[in-house]
């Protein structure tokens, strides 16, 4: 059995790492590995009509080089190319980072069959974990799962118009355009950023404010 594995992680020692790591397998397969070292790289390995719908297991870290060229900023971009090109490809994100806000984006909307926090795992763990998963098993490791449950239920402030807001504030849009882009009005839209001022615990502040706590957080 062949398995096909892509691995888009900025270290080439954490790759060869992997790929010591996945030799092990239990599953009787061998193993196919392509590497990138960054988000362009990423993106071209998963849209190279060469490589179309290749991929069996795609291992991804969140924190990347950035490729400006096409604003993908870090690994959790490249999420939606995994899909347009890779659609059959199970995901494992993998990260460093354990801030809640960014956790409760990529549970919510990356739809990963794996999602690790590196310091959470040990090799075995890896192993397992990506064996499950080609297997169609899904993977959260200890952090993870601990604040899954704690995300879905407590921070409900951050649905898809509290999210969107965000991002329009982020783009330096004026109230008028927003209540036009939003369909809300001023009244509504003020609401909503005083609830999301409450929650960044923004005692007296503005836009400004809740941009650069939103990108502190690792939100936007």
């Known amino acids: 059995m062949d398995i096909q594995i892509l691995i888009i992680d900025d270290h080439m020692s954490i790759i060869?790492?992997?790929?010591?790591i996945l030799?092990?397998?239990?599953?009787?397969?061998?193993?196919?590995?392509?590497?990138?070292?960054?988000?362009?790289?990423?993106?071209?390995?998963?849209?190279?009509?060469a490589n179309s719908q290749k991929f069996d297991v795609i291992i991804l870290d969140y924190t990347l080089p950035p490729y400006e060229a096409l604003e993908i900023q870090n690994g959790y971009d490249?999420?939606?190319?995994?899909?347009?090109?890779?659609?059959?490809?199970?995901?494992?994100i993998l990260t460093s980072h354990s801030e809640a806000l960014m956790l409760y984006k990529v549970i919510v909307e990356s739809r990963a069959e794996a999602i690790m926090i590196k310091?959470?795992?040990?090799?075995?763990?890896?192993?397992?974990?990506?064996?499950?998963?080609?297997?169609?098993?899904?993977?959260?490791?200890?952090?993870?799962l601990e604040l899954k449950n704690?995300?879905?239920?407590?921070?409900?402030?951050?649905?898809?118009?509290?999210?969107?807001?965000?991002?329009?504030?982020?783009?330096?849009?004026k109230t008028k355009n927003i209540m036009?882009?939003?369909?809300?009005?001023?009244?509504?839209?003020?609401?909503?950023?005083?609830q999301i001022r409450d929650f960044f615990e923004i005692e007296k502040g503005n836009d400004e404010d809740i941009i650069q706590i939103a990108k502190k957080?690792?939100?936007i």
């Open 16 to 20: 060869e790492g992997y790929k010591t």
């Open 23 to 49: 030799s092990n397998n239990r599953l009787n397969a061998t193993l196919h590995i392509t590497e990138a070292l960054d988000a362009q790289q990423g993106y071209e390995a998963l849209s190279n009509p």
């Open 78 to 92: 490249l999420v939606q190319f995994v899909r347009q090109f890779q659609p059959q490809a199970k995901l494992m």
């Open 119 to 144: 310091s959470d795992f040990t090799s075995m763990e890896l192993l397992e974990a990506f064996e499950a998963v080609y297997q169609g098993g899904k993977c959260y490791t200890k952090t993870v």
């Open 150 to 173: 704690q995300l879905l239920s407590n921070y409900r402030i951050f649905d898809t118009t509290n999210r969107e807001l965000i991002k329009l504030i982020a783009k330096g849009l």
């Open 180 to 194: 036009a882009e939003l369909n809300l009005s001023k009244s509504a839209i003020d609401k909503r950023k005083a």
């Open 217 to 219: 957080k690792g939100y």
